[in-house]
């Protein structure tokens, strides 16, 4: 077959994409994840839902993902509990943590950072997810564990926000039936809603 044909499959397509996105994102350096964290937190803050939620899920950033501390400082600031993901590989899902302001954070699975001795945060109001990728219509391209998926299954009520460079949103992220969409897509630059879903947040 002549051209390099694109493969229709949705999983090698998330396999190729997957591949592209963390080579960028190998490149990002810390001062730049954290002004892309600072850029995206104003957006953030500015919204109805951020006003209207008493709790925040974020997360521990890793490999050149936007920072998400500065929206746990604005949330800490504001009065709202912060809470960060703890992986369990045993039962591929995540438990959120509640994790307190100055407390330090210990190397959990995967590397990730968790809060040291937090107790589980069973609902949070609003959910800062990471991604590798992210589309207008919510679709998000994860790591392919699927830990994500199965906890925003169980917390459908949970306003979701995806947070990325702005490079990271593409035109199109191929979604299986057990991948979750986000209403939201948070860049640096805008908070977007995706097309499919505006429940619960008004910017």
């Known amino acids: 077959m002549c051209g390099g044909a694109v493969s229709s499959d949705p999983d090698s397509r998330k396999r190729a994409l997957r591949g592209e996105l963390r080579a960028r994102l190998r ?13 995206a937190a104003r957006h953030l803050v500015a919204s109805c839902a951020w006003k209207r939620a008493h709790s925040v899920l974020v997360y521990a950033a890793v490999g050149g993902e936007v920072d998400a501390r500065p929206i746990a400082a604005a949330a800490w600031s504001d009065g709202k509990r912060v809470a960060l993901p703890s992986p369990r ?41 990471p991604g590798l990728a992210f589309d207008s219509r919510g679709g998000r391209l994860g790591s392919g564990l699927g830990y994500y998926d ?4 169980t917390h459908a009520r949970t306003v979701t926000v995806g947070l990325g460079h702005g490079w990271q949103v ?10 979750r969409r986000l209403a939201w ?19």
Request: no cysteine; glycine share 10%.
């Open 89 to 129: 590989p045993s039962a591929r899902d995540l438990q959120p943590v509640w994790w307190q302001e100055g407390s330090a954070l210990t190397a959990g699975p995967y590397g990730i950072g968790v809060p040291a001795g937090g107790d589980l945060a069973p609902d949070v109001d609003l959910a800062i997810v």
């Open 150 to 153: 199965r906890w925003l299954t």
């Open 27 to 39: 490149g990002v350096t810390p001062d730049e994840a954290a002004a892309a964290g600072e850029a």
């Open 185 to 203: 897509i948070l860049t640096p630059d805008a908070l977007v809603a995706a097309r499919l879903d505006t429940s619960g947040l008004d910017p």
């Open 170 to 179: 593409v035109a199109d992220v191929p979604v299986l039936a057990h991948d």
